[in-house]
């Protein structure tokens, strides 16, 4: 649970956790596809199947109906900024999604991964759990030897498109009456290969009689189906335990790096057939070759592409650096008290080059005149920086009273989410020239028709209070959970907000022997919050354009947050000697 640990069988919340033991086997470009088929009520969507393509993650479904719909995702307590870290947009033909924002995280550094789905267990995030919570926990040394313990893992997968999509032959083209152009092309051959994914990962574990540390590296370089697509990713990994004066000292560093490189296709969202790879290569004619036989390029018109051409026409390649470092300390008040500081800063840097090569002819693409003389090409470069902050105070109260446990908790939490980024596109370059990138002054465009400038810089506050109550009584069992939000995004008549929950369970059998060996109810009811809208959306902004400034969003006192209100009921049972358990929910969401 968030702030804290529970036991499955004394939740009273809608929880499922998976652990290392569970995905080890199966290898995936982002964390988040681990996920599927494992945890019920979860949805994930790629956008598209190139190897770290972004993903849509929905617990139980789409809860807002203005502003995001993705969960919270907390890393080592350190609750993410939500979005994307990587550049989307910009792919020169139509707009092309973000890349997945985990695929920062090592899929062989992840220790267990829980999904909070309802009020009960999200409320203590506020106004940003209404989509549900996914917490992710890294892997630290279980002690034990003070020997090093080296570990290292490698594997190998292959991957090929699997579908037999209906689309005729040469042959069974000609044979329905097609004219005969005299050629022969088979649409997968062109673009198509099989893809691969290498991983290679080291961890070492060091323990001391007061310290407990693991190093990581961890490679993995992934081929995808479609020609020029793919992902590299470095990943390191820190993990240090210290304790000190007696344990009445505990200090928990982490630190996560990864280096990625995603070479992606014209693979857009709303280009059409013009313009997306997949779709010129199912509509080119089977009788025609992409090559003539001097091996030029098989030309029809600049509205009926070539699609061996278009793939080796365009280039795209987004670097992205990404750190999150996160330390906590746990002072031991008492034997009842505990109060536990967490700093954490989430840091990313990243850029995305795309070029068309002026070769190609595309119907009102890249075009620019000059003197008579038309020049193609196009380039575009996005950059976007991301550095947020987290300061989290908690003070625990722990105590058991004969047959009553109380296990409380109130906190303060800080969070600085800052972005900044800029957009470049021009066109009109040289048909010698070959890297446009790196070189954009060669762009003959002197038009501002023809070239797109935009930057940006903005910041977003948080700051709360929240507490939590869980008891437990016998077998009845319950959670009391409070919080208020402050935020700077809302309009100033509503910058604060709260998020109450209420979590009541009953366990009917507990370790019965038989059939049914445990069973248990669950009823909760919640009231939780969405702030997942555009930054400065609730003030007077403007913007310079052609020495003139324009207002581009109005002044809106009144902007608030959505509000999700929900209740549910939930059973949780084990059976055949625990050898096979479950749950079965009940849940309604009404948003405002």
Do not use: C
């Amino acid at each position: 649970t968030g702030y804290g640990s529970v036991t499955k069988k004394d939740a009273t919340g809608a929880i499922e956790s998976i652990g290392s033991d569970t995905f080890d086997q199966i290898s995936a470009a982002s964390p988040a596809q681990v996920l599927r088929g494992k945890v019920a009520g979860v949805q994930i969507t790629q956008s598209n199947g190139e190897p770290g393509a972004g993903l849509a993650i929905r617990v139980r479904g789409n809860t807002s109906v203005r502003s995001g719909n993705e969960p919270l995702i907390v890393v080592d307590g350190v609750p993410l900024a939500g979005g994307n870290i990587s550049s989307g947009g910009g792919a020169v033909l139509g707009n092309s999604s973000a890349r997945n924002p985990l695929n920062f995280i090592n899929q062989n550094d992840i220790e267990s991964i829980s999904v909070l789905k309802d009020a009960s267990s999200t409320a203590i995030y506020g106004s940003r759990g209404a989509n549900g919570v996914i917490i992710i926990t890294t892997k630290k040394s279980k002690g034990g030897t003070s020997e090093p313990k080296v570990s290292y893992s490698s594997s190998f997968t292959s991957a090929k498109y699997a579908s037999d999509f209906d689309v005729l032959s040469t042959s069974a083209y000609l044979a329905a009456g097609g004219t005969d152009k005299g050629g022969s092309y088979d649409w997968k051959d062109t673009i198509l290969r099989t893809g691969t994914m290498i991983n290679h990962d080291l961890s070492i574990d060091k323990n001391t009689e007061n310290s407990n540390t693991r190093v990581s590296f961890g490679t993995s370089s992934t081929d995808g189906i479609i020609k020029k697509s793919g992902l590299e990713k470095y990943s390191a990994a820190f993990s240090n335990q210290s304790r000190l004066f007696n344990d009445g000292l505990k200090i928990d560093s982490k630190i996560l790096y990864t280096s990625l490189k995603d070479q992606s296709v014209l693979n857009t969202n709303d280009a059409g057939f013009v313009g997306n790879l997949i779709g010129s290569a199912l509509y080119w004619n089977p009788s025609i070759s992409t090559r003539t036989s001097s091996g030029a390029y098989a030309n029809v018109s600049s509205d009926y592409l070539n699609p061996l051409e278009l793939l080796n026409a365009y280039d795209s390649e987004t670097r992205t650096d990404k750190i999150l470092a996160s330390i906590g300390a746990t002072v031991k008040i008492s034997d009842d008290f505990e109060y536990k500081l967490l700093l954490g800063v989430e840091k990313s840097s990243s850029r995305r080059g795309s070029q068309l090569s002026p070769t190609i002819d595309i119907q009102d693409v890249a075009q620019v005149s000059v003197d008579g003389t038309i020049n193609r090409g196009l380039v575009a470069i996005n950059n976007d920086e991301r550095l947020n902050t987290t300061i989290e105070h908690t003070l625990n109260y722990r105590k058991t009273f004969d047959d009553l446990i109380i296990d409380a908790l109130v906190g303060f939490s800080y969070y600085r989410y800052g972005a900044k980024g800029n957009f470049l596109q021009t066109a009109g370059f040289s048909s010698e020239q070959i890297n446009l990138i790196d070189n954009i002054e060669g762009s003959t465009n002197s038009t501002a028709s023809a070239r797109s400038l935009n930057s940006y810089s903005n910041a977003s506050e948080i700051q709360s209070y929240y507490g939590r109550v869980i008891a437990t009584y016998g077998k009845l069992l319950g959670t009391f959970t409070i919080r208020q939000d402050g935020s700077s995004k809302p309009g100033k008549n509503n910058k604060t907000g709260t998020f109450p929950s209420i979590g009541l369970g009953y366990k009917i059998l507990e370790s019965q022997e038989g059939i049914l060996n445990d069973l248990k109810l669950r009823v909760n009811w919640g009231i939780t919050g969405n702030q997942e809208f555009p930054v400065n959306s609730a003030i007077n902004k403007g913007e310079f354009n052609n020495l003139s400034l324009n207002t581009v969003v109005n002044a809106n006192e009144d902007l608030e947050w959505e509000t999700t209100a929900s209740y549910g009921v939930g059973v949780d049972f084990s059976i055949i000697e625990n050898k096979l358990s479950g749950s079965l929910d009940y849940f309604y969401k009404d948003t405002e």
